[in-house]
């Protein structure tokens, strides 16, 4: 090793640039001395050639893909689900209640592994497909082309400047977590049944799928989209509080900051869906209807809801209900153009780290409410 | 807020913030191959929230934040991965040329991945980033104490570290 703290520097040596006041004339490392080394050390750096447009294209692409976990979400929903009337709802309705506010998302998302995602950005959607949630891939080829296609322009505004930031309030302040989005998978849900008072409780689980341990800091986020005739301003996800009407849920005071999961472990989010008034979702209206054919639920009807016969085909379920994203897997359960004669309200959940979503439920009978979600838990099993 | 308006001020920040953000990269991670990606996730995550870019002093400092949040992740992951893999280091081939190849060589470098990670966090913002302690203890989540307390071990440590025969 070379001797940076006594006599002049090497000239030729590899540190040319640091040699100016390296080390203090006795040899001891003062404050200033310090101050000189650090720099130098790093002052021949040079960045890469690339890295500004590599910025510039990822920038908006970022943007773009927040909005999309979101639209995107919906959208793979409604098309699997309810086709047209619903994709209808969702762009005029705006489709999406999220609890965005109380996250740290944009500190999360996309971690280590987000350049390479960005590396191809300029393809769009075609080239990130295979990285993005499976969801939004799938919709966006088959359901709203002109739509989409505006929405991830990487190089160009359109369709992304005049949507709310979705981080105004998050900060910077929460530390980086260690679970990259491509650790975590396996993503389940249940929903459970209804008690007297309508509500139900539910959670997502979401395994570390690889081979080293990690850290979940956060819980992601929860959003909410309304299906049939449910409407997404009746809609609300909100983070369950101590006190608040979620009374099932675990008091957000014992929550852990972070989750470390060893290989094979899960995290859950756990939610719970307050109907607003009097039971029944919330839903003022009975609807009929057939049982849809793609029925997974054995054909239960629903307890405790007036739509009962004609909800959807995870009335009654209490086991995982669909597993979107990471393994690409389809929804399963749903049939596709087969109309929901009533409302219901998917619930998708996306880690902390980022996209892809991980998990997707849907509440059954549910018109007009909240849903309280809590933060990243330790899941035993 | 127009995208043109961010897209100029991200070329102004990249100029003003980009190079001296890759330099407390590289003296934070001890993985020289990921500095680059490291300080553009950075800009990105920024610039993607556009409120974070109105006022160029918090410009900085956000993203200072979070290359030191960036680094330290992947820190931990790779101490994770050591700790129970066993697992090799991460192919440095990649990072064997120019600048960073003679990064690895250097002593100070090799000095300041010897410390603790607080202690080297405190050294690097203190007196690489040119904060205050306080401004060192907002970024780090710690107390002015440890921030003084961390700096002048640190300091120590290296030291001794330097004035060791090599």
């Known amino acids: ?381 | 807020m127009a995208a043109g308006t961010t897209v100029d001020h991200l070329t102004e920040t990249y100029r003003a913030h980009y190079r001296s953000l890759l330099g407390l990269a590289a003296l934070l991670l001890d993985d020289t191959a990921s500095c680059e990606d490291v300080v553009q996730e950075a800009f990105i995550r920024v610039h993607s929230a556009r409120n974070r870019v109105r006022d160029p002093e918090k410009t900085l400092a956000y993203l200072r934040q979070t290359v030191v949040n960036l680094s330290r992740s992947a820190l931990r992951r790779r101490i994770l991965g050591l700790k129970l893999l066993s697992k090799p280091m991460p192919d440095m081939a990649s990072a064997e040329e120019g600048a960073y190849d003679l990064l690895e060589r250097d002593q100070l470098i090799t000095a300041m991945r010897g410390l603790q990670r607080r202690q080297r966090e405190v050294l690097v913002l203190r007196y690489f980033a040119d904060m205050t302690e306080a401004q060192v203890a907002q970024t780090l989540g710690i107390s002015l104490g440890s921030v003084k307390a961390y700096g002048s071990r640190g300091i120590a440590a290296l030291r001794v570290a330097m004035e060791a025969p090599a």
Request: proline share 8%.
């Open chain 1, 1 to 381: 090793m070379k001797d940076q703290n006594h006599g002049p520097e090497d000239p030729q040596g590899p540190q040319g640039p640091r040699s100016d006041g390296s080390g203090a004339p006795d040899g001891s490392l003062d404050e200033e001395a310090l101050r000189a080394l650090l720099r130098g050390a790093v002052s021949d750096l040079e960045p890469d050639p690339e890295a500004l447009e590599h910025i510039r294209r990822a920038v908006p692409a970022r943007r773009s893909r927040r909005r999309q976990a979101l639209v995107g979400a919906a959208a793979a929903v409604l098309l699997g689900g309810t086709a047209v009337p619903a994709l209808y709802h969702a762009a005029t309705t705006g489709g999406v209640a999220d609890d965005r506010s109380t996250n740290t998302a944009s500190s999360q998302r996309a971690q280590q592994s987000a350049p390479e995602q960005h590396t191809g950005g300029g393809s769009g959607v075609g080239g990130g497909a295979g990285r993005e949630s499976m969801s939004g891939g799938k919709h966006k080829d088959s359901g709203a082309p002109g739509h989409e296609k505006s929405e991830n322009r990487t190089d160009g505004p359109s369709g992304t400047t005049s949507s709310p930031d979705p981080d105004n309030t998050s900060t910077m302040a929460a530390t980086s977590p260690s679970c990259d989005r491509d650790q975590l998978g396996q993503g389940t849900a249940k929903v459970g049944q209804p008690d007297k008072d309508g509500r139900i409780y539910g959670s997502f689980r979401v395994v570390n799928t690889s081979d080293e341990a990690c850290t979940v800091e956060g819980g992601g986020t929860v959003s909410a989209t309304a299906q049939g005739t449910t409407q997404s301003s009746r809609i609300s996800v909100v983070d369950h509080t101590t006190g608040d009407a979620a009374t099932g849920l675990p008091d957000p005071a014992t929550a852990p900051r972070e989750v470390i999961l060893k290989p094979g472990q899960a995290y859950s989010v756990q939610f719970a869906w307050i109907p607003a008034a009097g039971g029944a979702g919330g839903c003022s209206t009975g609807g009929g209807g057939t049982p849809s054919p793609g029925d997974s639920g054995g054909g239960s009807p629903s307890p405790g809801t007036s739509t009962s016969a004609g909800t959807s085909s995870k009335a009654a379920d209490t086991a995982a209900t669909e597993v979107l994203g990471i393994g690409g897997s389809k929804p399963t359960g749903e049939d596709p153009g087969t109309p929901q004669p009533t409302g219901s309200v998917q619930l998708t959940h996306v880690p902390e780290v980022g996209e892809p979503a991980a998990a997707s439920a849907t509440i059954p009978g549910a018109c007009a409410g909240t849903i309280y979600r809590t933060g990243a838990l330790g899941a035993d099993s």
